[in-house]
T-cell receptor
Framework: KQEVTQIPAALSVPEGENLVLNCSFT??????LQWFRQDPGKGLTSLLL?????REQTSGRLNASLDKSSGRSTLYIAASQPGDSATYLC????????????FGAGTRLAVHP | EAGVAQSPRYKIIEKRQSVAFWCNPI?????LYWYQQILGQGPKLLIQ????????DSQLPKDRFSAERLKGVDSTLKIQPAKLEDSAVYLC??????????????FGPGTRLTVL
């Protein structure tokens, strides 16, 4: 059974810091891994999608890496801003499924001025 | 492009009562998902529709939860009767295809259910 774990559960940093969020999964049979952002009272917004054949994806100040063989992914946020404060969720799409996503519990990030 | 719409946004009921949630996906999206997100946890898939048909409902508590997607567009999720542990945010999402693909799922704002 696929399980997704995210560390740390919560993080508080001063503005401007570079930070790393970690995600691990137990079964390497996946089509892709995705990172989402969730703001209070709002739905999830997709940030980055890494296909199983890829090693990393970048979007602006965000960079996500994937090591499928070791079951790990990291989300790197450069030069953090207060507007980055949100919960970040990692999700994997298992192979053989119908686009089903299995989520971790998320990392709650607070960036203070 | 309009996003995924959900209503109501909030609902408070007493245990053993019934409740229904409504979702309108993005136009043209064939696949619709209902997720349950309990406080402090990630979303968990309850049911997935491909057009009108159910392709995955393995985690849906079928003794109390039901869902339908009429005409392959809007969907409703019902809980009858509700239990305290059903308190959660119910998220609806939609995507273009559904079969293993790179399609992104687009999420609605969710319905926050509190069962007293």
């Amino acid at each position: 059974k696929q399980e997704v774990t995210q560390i740390p559960a919560a993080l508080s940093v001063p503005e401007g810091e570079n930070l790393v969020l970690n995600c691990s999964f137990t079964d390497s049979a996946i089509y892709n891994l995705q990172w989402f952002r969730q703001d209070p009272g709002k739905g999830l917004t997709s940030l980055l999608l890494i296909q199983s054949s890829q090693r990393e994806q970048t979007s602006g100040r965000l960079n996500a890496s994937l090591d499928k063989s070791s079951g790990r992914s990291t989300l790197y946020i450069a030069a953090s801003q207060p507007g980055d404060s949100a919960t970040y969720l990692c999700a994997v799409q298992p192979s053989g499924g119908y686009n089903k996503l299995i989520f971790g519990a998320g990392t709650r990030l607070a960036v203070h001025p | 492009e309009a996003g995924v719409a959900q209503s109501p946004r909030y609902k408070i009921i007493e245990k053993r009562q019934s409740v229904a949630f409504w979702c309108n996906p993005i136009s043209g999206h064939a696949t619709l998902y209902w997720y349950q997100q309990i406080l402090g946890q990630g979303p968990k898939l309850l049911i997935q529709f491909q057009n009108n048909g159910v392709v995955d409902d393995s985690q849906l508590p079928k003794d109390r939860f039901s869902a339908e997607r009429l005409k392959g567009v809007d969907s409703t999720l019902k809980i009858q009767p509700a239990k305290l542990e059903d308190s959660a945010v119910y998220l609806c999402a939609s995507s273009l295809a559904g079969r293993p693909s790179t399609d992104t799922q687009y999420f609605g704002p969710g319905t926050r259910l509190t069962v007293l």
